[in-house]
């Protein structure tokens, strides 16, 4: 049977489609298959133009879910997939889709946003390719005003490897619970701090040097990015280890093996544009233990250049400890917040002569939390 959501866009537009694809059907046929990808196109195409984002988009690449790639970037519309851009020499541009055509179904059924539900383009593909890469579109051609049917050949590329090893030659003592994650980072812009196109995580580590292999998608690497290896590791909540810096790799060519150095959190950590990894991460795991809620991104946004200008990240988390907000999640009362300040930097309840201390050493700050979480905090081994 000819497939469901094929059937009835036919019959939202038979005589169109009819013409463009040569097929032919019964009304009765089209009216038995509705289902929820069912819409009414005959308004939208009528005013097709209005299908182009008014404003600038930063355009969201199409990655497919297998090893099937299209080459072009995309924006989800209520009639389609309206393409961004095209890659040359990509399937796409081979079979001569150009920037602002839209692909409004795969193989018949329909993609974009449907009647408020996303059906993704990339899991339409990899749902109707057949083992030769071969898929239909029908395409509306924006320079000719038409629909048509469209079959592509698409490209089919292995997959690409970054490995190497971590080393440390720090003193630390890790519990079972302890984590490395190895990130492969696209760091095209200086805005995209966490950009994760692939990663490896190790738990309970061995010692050092411990080896590791990010496999990766050819279709999610550009040959125009940037990309950089980096490394954290976590222990009972907390980042204690870090890269010392992002290794710069070229994922797409032959990579030599990678050897990423780690050091305790805070130390000899670049000053400028490379700060530790991980950070904001901690900083929001932070905002999500002592305040209840995730951090916003003005605020991972505001911490992300405290720490470009060469902070500590324990500053923030004095901050945090510090802040009006915290201490109003306490009772807004002074020793109940001591003693949950105690028990967060310290892991355990004061018996009462510590907590007595600990309202004495509060009283000489006059007030200025913060200042006193941070002089406790460096005073902690």
Same mark, same amino acid.
């Given at each position: ?127 109707? /390719?057949?083992? @030769?890469? +071969?898929?239909?579109?029908?395409? $509306?051609?924006?320079?000719?005003? %038409?629909? &048509?049917?469209? !079959? ?48 490896? /995580?190790?738990? @309970?580590? +061995?010692?050092?040097?411990?080896? $590791?292999?990010?496999?990766?998608? %050819?279709? &999610?690497?550009? !040959? ?158």
């Amino acid at each position: 049977m000819t497939p469901t959501l094929r059937l009835n866009l036919f019959s939202i537009l038979p005589s169109l489609l009819a013409a463009t694809l040569g097929l032919c059907l019964s009304a009765n046929d089209a009216a038995a298959q509705a289902t929820i990808r069912s819409r009414d196109l005959s308004e939208a195409w009528s005013a097709a133009p209005s299908l182009l984002p008014t404003t600038s988009a930063t355009p969201s690449w199409n990655a497919q879910p297998n090893s099937w790639r299209l080459g072009v970037a995309i924006q989800n519309v209520d009639t389609g997939v309206v393409l961004t851009d095209v890659e040359a020499g990509m399937p796409a541009a081979q079979a001569g889709l150009e920037t602002g055509d839209i692909i409004v179904n795969v193989d018949g059924f329909q993609v974009g946003y449907v009647e408020g539900a996303l059906f993704d383009l990339g899991d339409e593909i990899r749902r109707r /390719v057949d083992q @030769n890469g +071969k898929v239909d579109f029908l395409v $509306f051609d924006n320079r000719n005003r %038409r629909l &048509q049917n469209l !079959p592509v050949t698409l490209t089919q590329q292995s997959a690409a490897a970054v490995r190497g090893e971590v080393t440390c030659k720090e003193r630390v003592t890790l519990t079972q619970q302890a984590v490395l994650t190895v990130r492969l980072r696209d760091v095209t812009y200086p805005s995209w701090q966490n950009v994760e196109v692939g990663k490896q /995580v190790i738990t @309970n580590p +061995k010692h050092p040097p411990i080896p $590791f292999s990010i496999a990766v998608d %050819r279709t &999610q690497l550009y !040959p125009d990015h940037k990309y950089a290896v980096d490394a954290y590791l976590v222990d009972r909540g907390q980042i204690v280890l870090q890269s010392s810096a992002a290794i710069p790799v070229t994922p797409l060519a032959n990579v030599p093996t990678v050897q990423v150095n780690l050091v305790k959190v805070g130390a000899n950590v670049p000053a400028n544009g490379t700060y530790a990894v991980g950070q904001l991460d901690q900083i929001n795991q932070w905002y999500k233990q002592y305040l209840g809620h995730a951090a916003s991104p003005q605020e991972l946004n505001a911490w992300q250049s405290y720490l470009q200008a060469g902070k500590s990240p324990q500053d923030i988390q004095a901050y945090i400890l510090g802040s009006t907000e915290y201490f109003d999640r306490m009772g807004n009362q002074r020793d109940p917040y001591l003693a949950a300040l105690y028990q967060t930097l310290l892991g355990r309840q004061p018996t009462a002569a510590e907590m007595q201390q600990f309202v004495t050493q509060y009283q000489q700050y006059g007030g200025a939390r913060t200042d006193f979480v941070r002089d406790v905090m460096r005073l902690q081994p």
